[in-house]
């Protein structure tokens, strides 16, 4: 599989990926957001190609101290081969480059059947306590 930056001619494939792999939610938009993190400085959307076909996607960014991982997406008959794994260590090597070191990621509640990937993958629970606060935009 070849992994490398998300196009702009991708997005409506990547976000149909995303939407299949039930990791939209009504309050995200997926558009803006691969139009926000697609070849930041900080953040970009990478790829796993099998021929012309999109096997996968993954968000990834950083604030400078931590790396983030958003939208990690394998086309659901093409799971168990790998292809996950090779787009984390993509979206880590990613963040290495650009001089990051520790990397995060949330899962959802609905979403923790994925947790058991990312345990064999080197991932683990950490001991935090996420707080949030919706902030009411103009626009």
């Given at each position: 599989?070849w992994?490398g930056p998300?196009?702009?001619?991708?997005r409506?494939?990547v976000v149909?990926?995303?939407?299949a792999?039930g990791l939209?939610?009504?309050?995200?938009?997926?558009v803006a957001?691969?139009?926000?993190?697609r070849g930041r400085?900080?953040s970009?959307?990478?790829?796993g190609?099998?021929g012309?076909?999109?096997a996968?996607a993954?968000?990834?960014g950083h604030?400078?101290?931590r790396?983030?991982l958003y939208y990690l997406?394998v086309?659901?008959?093409?799971r168990?081969?790998?292809?996950?794994?090779?787009?984390?260590?993509?979206?880590e090597a990613?963040l290495?480059?650009?001089?990051?070191?520790k990397v995060?990621?949330m899962?959802?509640?609905g979403?923790?059947?994925?947790c058991?990937?990312y345990?064999?993958?080197?991932?683990a629970?950490?001991?935090?306590?996420t707080?949030?606060?919706?902030l009411?935009?103009?626009?």
């Open positions: 599989m992994i998300a196009r702009p001619e991708q409506q494939e149909e990926l995303w939407r792999a939209t939610v009504p309050h995200n938009d997926p957001d691969f139009d926000q993190a400085p900080g970009d959307v990478l790829v190609m099998l012309a076909r999109l996968g993954v968000m990834v604030d400078g101290h790396g983030w997406a086309a659901p008959e093409l168990g081969q790998g292809h996950g794994r090779a787009l984390v260590t993509a979206a990613w290495a480059r650009h001089g990051i070191r995060q990621l899962v959802r509640a979403n923790r059947g994925v058991g990937f345990a064999r993958i080197g991932y629970e950490a001991p935090v306590t707080l949030a606060k919706w009411d935009l103009p626009g």
